[in-house]
T-cell receptor, first 117, second 114 residues
Framework: GAVVSQHPSWVICKSGTSVKIECRSL??????MFWYRQFPKQSLMLMAT?????????EQGVEKDKFLINHASLTLSTLTVTSAHPEDSSFYIC?????????????FGPGTRLLVL | AQSVTQPDIHITVSEGASLELRCNYS??????LFWYVQSPGQGLQLLLK??????LVQGIKGFEAEFKRSQSSFNLRKPSVHWSDAAEYVC????????????FGTGTSLTVIP
């Protein structure tokens, strides 16, 4: 149980194009999903918190107009990198939170590696 | 401010040897504690978690961790390491007072030699 998928796993695109990454909770519903970015040899950096049916909450320094997040259902959140540039190349990981009574756990997707040429 | 420290960037052990990976945290209240394992180019897989109760928790793949409040630690252990355990291990703290936001350590890379 508690499986999270991401699609695509790899994407290569030209500078200036937009890329959409999907994050799905396969066997549970998640009112809250998270989007992280990870650079080599560094820890996960939280980009934004995605809540179903409402606007995402972005961390300081993350451009909300560049990283568009949509949490349209309890099992799907999408991250769109708009007008991608080489500096956006990174490993993007989503997670979905489940659990009740304060005992909440994040389950992570396998990640999406983005390379912008 | 909340923080998680994994003092060992890289550890090498022989197959069959015991393993202990250190994790220290800084947090004002009782934290929720997690260990994840990350294989190259993959997401994080949950190994075990601690919310309350017994301070020694058992996880998957033969791993266990012990919460020691006095030392602000949550070290991960395995009595006998297998070659397939080679991966990156990440400790995380869930902070109750900030909506259960997670704080991650920088990870410990484990190499297993035959």
């Amino acid at each position: 149980g508690a499986v999270v998928s991401q699609h695509p796993s790899w994407v290569i695109c030209k500078s200036g194009t937009s890329v959409k990454i999907e994050c799905r909770s396969l066997d549970f519903q998640a009112t809250t999903m998270f989007w992280y970015r990870q650079f080599p040899k560094q820890s996960l950096m939280l980009m934004a918190t995605s809540n179903e049916g409402s606007k995402a909450t972005y961390e300081q320094g993350v451009e909300k107009d560049k990283f568009l997040i949509n949490h349209a259902s309890l099992t799907l959140s999408t991250l769109t990198v708009t007008s991608a540039h080489p500096e956006d190349s990174s490993f993007y990981i989503c997670s979905a939170r489940t659990g009740t009574g304060g005992e909440e756990t994040q389950y992570f997707g396998p990640g999406t590696r983005l390379l912008v040429l | 401010a909340q923080s998680v420290t994994q003092p060992d960037i890289h550890i090498t052990v022989s197959e069959g040897a015991s393993l202990e990976l250190r994790c220290n945290y800084s947090y004002g209240a009782t934290p929720y504690l997690f260990w994840y394992v990350q294989s190259p180019g993959q997401g994080l897989q949950l190994l075990l978690k601690y919310f309350s109760g017994d301070t020694l928790v058992q996880g998957i793949k033969g791993f266990e961790a012990e919460f020691k409040r006095s030392q602000s630690s949550f070290n991960l252990r395995k009595p006998s390491v297998h070659w397939s355990d080679a991966a990156e291990y990440v400790c995380a703290v869930g902070a109750i007072d900030t909506g259960n936001q997670f704080y991650f350590g920088t990870g410990t890379s484990l190499t297993v030699i035959p």
